[in-house]
């Protein structure tokens, strides 16, 4: 089943509203500090019935920004499903959007949806967008009701007065003075103007009152519209048409049942479609790791022939290194045989001179025998010197020998004695 394309609309944050809002705060406030005395004395003319119509105002005020607050709320929790953060379908939605909850929560938010979802949570959303806007109109309206009453309740001051006024002056029995009369007149004016005061004081103070509420309700308004205009964008891009409404004629049942088999369909088909994306995962997966196993498989054959390598390396050394040993003993062997040759050699030649001296101390005199003593003497120290020289040459040859053994030893990386 294709991806449902949700189509991303951008909830609009009701900042102009707001600034608007706080403009028309100011330029009240403008207003009041300018006319305060104007104002303290309107409001004195019945500081009681005013005080109301001023509670009654900062309420209103009030209730237009709680408004913008609800909406900027509501806002934030579509956003957020919006943008699918994990845990929202747990928090509590804001008051405009319990009706859009359940849905959240059984996700269906990433299907299509009936139309009749759709149009039960736009008429939810609507009513209490409705309910929102009749508080602040009551207000409103509440506010002219007390600037009426205000006025009425002057004028019921008022008329009484007049009347008791216009009684006064009739002169009495033996009062001729114009002077008595005219102070009855001055105090029933009195009186009258104060009634006037009062009408004209509260009905003053209500219409300004409901004026500006009116207004703050106006743009909080627009921006209660406009949400609801996006909201209904947003739902109707993920919402399943129909050709009749459901319930709607004749075939209202049966269109129901078969919307609600096709949702059974879409449901099946997307459970399908998830299940042949995890098996294509798994398979991937598996592909993965075949290709690792591969990979430590092939490393393992390279280091298993690096290190049969070197151990036939180190046969070969060795072998070299026995072959080695073995022709240096044999040199020696050699050169050993052949000193003792050379001294057998030269015991036999001593051996040879002294039968010869013998045989020669019989015919010789006595000068020819010291002189061939003398003889004697310096073969003896000749013998001797040849002895130890040839000592001396087999010790260094040995020594030679040592060095090279030594030398091959750290060659090769092993002890000579190992071969």
Known sequence: MAAI????????????????????????AVAAFFLFREIQQVFF???????????????GVMATFWQVGQLIAAMRWVRSVQAGYKGIELTRPPSLM?????????????????????????????TRLDETRDITRYLANLLIFLGLLGTFWGLSKTVPAVVDTI???????????????????????????????????????GLAGSLVVGMLELFAGHGQNRFYRELEEWLASFTRLGLI?????????????????????????EFAARAEAARIEAENRLARAADVVGQMAEQIENERSSVAQMVSEMREGRENQSGRDHAVLTVLKRIDQGQS???????GMVQILDRALESRRQVLDSETRQHLRNLDHQMRQLIDELALGRQQSVDAIRAELRLLI?????RTGGPGGEG
């Open 5 to 28: 394309d949700h189509r991303e609309v951008q909830f609009s944050r009701p900042v102009r509203q707001i600034f608007l809002m706080l403009s028309v705060l100011g330029l009240v």
């Open 45 to 59: 003319a019945n500081p009681y019935l005013n005080g109301v119509i001023i509670g009654i105002f900062v309420i």
């Open 98 to 126: 319990i009706a859009m909850a359940p849905l959240v929560r059984e996700g269906g938010m990433q299907k299509r949806i009936a139309t009749s979802s759709t149009r039960s949570i736009l008429d939810s959303v609507s």
């Open 167 to 205: 009684r006064s002056l009739a002169p009495a029995d033996g009062q001729v003075s114009d002077v008595s009369v005219f102070d009855r007149l001055m105090t029933g004016l009195e009186s009258q103007l104060g009634g006037m005061g009062t009408a004209f004081a509260s009905s003053l103070l």
């Open 245 to 269: 409404s459901e319930g709607e004629g004749p075939e209202g049942p049966l269109v129901a049942l078969l919307e609600r088999v096709d949702e059974g369909l879409e449901k099946t088909v």
């Open 341 to 347: 040759q050379v001294a057998s050699s030269q015991a």
């Open 406 to 410: 030594r030398l091959i030893d750290e």
